[in-house]
């Protein structure tokens, strides 16, 4: 940022030319600063700190001694300085009840003497917390109107104790002369004095905190078209008022009651509220309070409780509005005759049309879009109270309004960014914005937070010399997942600790190296070949297919593809449903749960059987939809048998367009099995007998085996429990030593079985 664009600012009455935040990071970034520039910067953190904290603050009173020292004679600088008197005169004034030292002529003298007593110690009081030597100084600069009406009310206060010292002094030699007409005339002035500090004060200084809600709507991040409704929406209100006034009226009229739909953190509750103020400042509603409930609130657990509870709400709610929370979820789906959801919505429309009632309150209705849209489908009762034009639809944050939220919150708790810490929190929030439970503001401030907790629990205060220490947030604020798993295994690692699956691993080796590359590429500005993920994994049985997905999802998310990298395995079972239009529900449940992440379809050929199958049809289609709107944030594997799977893919265009990465896991050989069966037992720290090694490889060579992995795991689970039978009849002492006839027993019992 030029910092020159500092040089131009000349007046208080004027907004700096930087935001506080960049005000931070000049000072943090620049360390051979012009003594002008550092001055300005110290009076922009102090202007903005001034403007946020109506009470006193100590940190903007630092800034402003730190730039008096730099440069005491900056106009600026002396300004604010004398702005903050003046400011502090005005509210000790304020605070001062000078309404009482007023004399009445027909006081007894007593009275009138024990009065002055009182005045003169409170005015010694309040002149005791002006600045002397501001008050005192040398007036050179003509413009200093605010420094010469600071000293004149400390000459009136000096004044005002002269007489009140001479009036003391009659009263102590018995004299007794109070001069009542000028001691009320100089008390009278202080009025006028205070209304007049207050009228020299900067503007930053005196804008009220109740600020008109389409303003404050203004000054929030993001939501441009709902800005520009609720504008048209409060003109609306005030053009039907004026129309009232003349006697019209309207029998279509909208009302006051509203939808605010949006997904968590877009700010439902904050819309609300602005709308409770906008229909009390115009005088639609009797107070501004908002009554916020949920289900929990409404539902009761008995007949007529529900009716109860929701009448007690809206008797709060009267003269303002009743602010129901996910309000759909008082229509459930498939509710029984135990769920008392629907007397509350009957309840709540009887109470908005009623004569006791209707008119005096509003009812905003908030959730989810698309629950609250079937909700109001399912309530025709409730639908026509809300038309279409009183339904506000917040959108989702976009990244650079996420950010902006961060700063804000940061700032508000006294912490800024660096450019850097603010880069690298990017990628943090968007790691979290997976799928339509990402929190929006909600997430960034919890994110926030966190930050600060990491950077307070890991910085020795003692090791900090400079206030900026104290604010700033850096890179290594921000690794606090980097640290949790350190000593684990790196999924490529994991890879190649598999026994076998050689063209696998150099697959899955070779998928990587390309998406790093192609980053690498984007990093450079170099256009980018689109990258495959979606892949098919065909094999038998218990050929590693679900652990090398584990892996491939691991490796995804450490090449930053993946979010989160966990793994959802199912079925058909679990996508198909057994009547019409469920299926796409299930499917799509199943899909969001693995957004981030991998969704793994075992025997996925399953979902296809000739054409026949609807159900399993709509399932597939479904999912070919999904991808292409999840794109990037989501990874398919399906899996199954070779020749099945060829049919599957090539059953739906939408699959083979989108499936181009196909690994083969053969079957494992026979060393590679007695490999698996030694790697399992000395999991468990168990040995095999010398015999038993010869007698596995000729097993294996003579006989078909089916389930691979699987079937080394069942056999060596039956190997350990007929060596537990052997033990516990013979009292033998061999509890880490698998016999041949442990082996030979579960070698036979395992293959009868399979």
Request: charged content about 25%; proline content about 3%; some cysteine.
């Amino acid at each position: 940022m030029d910092e020159s664009v500092l040089k131009h600012w000349t007046s208080l009455d004027m907004v700096p030319p930087i935001t506080e935040i960049e005000a931070l990071r000049l000072m943090d970034a620049e360390t051979d600063l012009e003594q002008d520039i550092k001055a300005r910067l110290y009076i922009v953190l102090a202007y903005y700190r001034m403007q946020r904290h109506q009470d006193k603050d100590p940190l903007a009173d630092q800034f402003i001694e730190e730039a008096r020292v730099i440069q005491p004679d900056n106009p600026l600088v002396r300004d604010l300085y004398e702005s903050i008197q003046l400011l502090r005169a005005y509210r000790i004034l304020k605070d001062t009840s000078y309404e009482q030292w007023l004399l009445h002529e027909t006081d007894h003298d007593s009275t009138k003497g024990k009065k002055a007593r009182v005045m003169y110690s409170d005015v010694d009081m309040v002149q005791q917390q002006w600045d002397e030597e501001l008050a005192t100084k040398t007036l050179i600069d003509a413009t200093s109107h605010r420094l010469k009406l600071y000293q004149e009310v400390y000459e009136h206060l000096s004044v005002l104790k002269a007489i009140l010292t001479e009036a003391l002094d009659s009263i102590e030699h018995r004299r007794i002369q109070i001069p009542v007409k000028q001691v009320n005339e100089k008390t009278r002035k202080l009025s006028e004095y205070q209304d007049e500090l207050y009228r020299h004060l900067p503007s930053f200084l005196t804008l009220s905190v109740d600020v008109n809600p389409i303003e404050s709507l203004k000054n929030m991040v993001g939501l441009h078209d709902v800005k520009k409704y609720m504008k048209r929406y409060y003109q609306f209100l005030k053009y039907q008022q004026q129309r009232r006034s003349f006697g019209f009226s309207m029998v279509d009229d909208p009302g006051l009651h509203m939808i605010i739909t949006g997904n968590p953190g877009t700010g439902k509750t904050t819309i609300a509220r602005l709308l409770a103020n906008i229909y009390y400042d115009l005088g639609i509603l009797d107070t501004r309070d908002v009554v916020e409930v949920n289900r929990s609130h409404l539902v009761g657990s008995y007949v007529g409780q529900s009716e109860e509870n929701t009448l007690n709400y809206v008797q709060q709610a009267i003269g303002g509005v009743l602010f129901i929370d996910e309000a759909y979820s008082l229509k459930r789906e498939g509710q029984t005759g135990n769920d008392y959801g629907q007397a509350v919505i009957d309840t709540l429309v009887s109470a908005m049309t009623g004569k006791e009632y209707g008119g005096k309150f509003a009812v905003i209705l908030a959730g989810y879009p698309e629950e609250m849209r079937q909700f109001l489908w399912s309530n025709t009762g409730l639908r026509s109270r809300f038309p279409e034009q009183n339904h506000i639809e917040l959108p989702d944050y976009q990244m650079d309004e996420l950010l902006e939220i961060a700063e804000s919150i940061a700032l508000e708790n006294d912490f800024f960014f660096t450019e850097k810490a603010l880069r690298l929190f990017e990628t943090l929030i968007e790691k979290e914005r997976v799928d339509d439970s990402f929190g929006n503001a909600r997430t960034v401030r919890n994110l926030v937070l966190k930050t600060i907790f990491q950077k307070g629990a890991s910085e020795q205060l003692e090791d900090k010399h400079h206030w900026l220490d104290h604010m700033r947030i850096k890179e290594e604020d921000l690794s606090f997942d980097n640290n949790l798993d350190e000593a684990s295994t790196s999924p490529m690692e994991r890879l190649q600790s598999l026994i076998g699956l050689n063209n696998v691993k150099e697959e899955v080796r070779k998928l990587s190296a390309f998406v790093r590359s192609q980053q690498k590429r984007k990093e450079r500005g170099y256009p980018v070949v689109p990258i495959q993920l979606h892949s098919v994994f065909s094999g038998n049985p218990g050929t590693g297919k679900t652990t090398v997905a584990d892996i491939y999802a691991q490796v995804l998310k450490e090449c930053g593809l993946l979010k989160r990298g966990h793994v959802v395995v199912v079925s058909r079972s679990d996508l198909v449903a057994g009547y019409v239009g469920q299926t796409a529900i299930k499917t799509k449940r199943k899909i969001r749960e693995a957004l981030g992440g991998v969704l793994f379809i075992d025997e996925a050929y399953g979902l296809y059987n000739g054409g026949r199958d609807d159900f399993g049809k709509e399932a597939i289609e479904t999912l070919v939809d999904e991808m292409t709107r999840h794109n990037e944030n989501l990874v398919v594997i399906l899996a199954g048998y070779q020749q099945e799977m060829k049919q599957l893919i090539a059953s739906n265009p939408g699959l083979s367009s989108r499936f181009k990465k196909y690994l083969l896991f053969p079957d494992y050989n026979e060393q590679e099995l007695l490999d698996m069966l030694m790697y399992q037992t000395s999991q468990y720290r168990y040995g095999l007998a010398d015999d038993v090694e010869p007698y596995l490889l000729n097993q294996f060579q003579s006989h078909t085996i089916e389930g691979n992995g699987r079937f080394i795991n069942n056999l060596v689970n039956e190997a350990i429990q007929y060596q537990a039978i052997r033990l516990m009849e013979e009292e033998g002492d061999g509890w880490n030593t698998l016999t041949l006839n442990d082996l030979t027993n579960a070698w036979h019992n395992v293959r009868k079985e399979s």
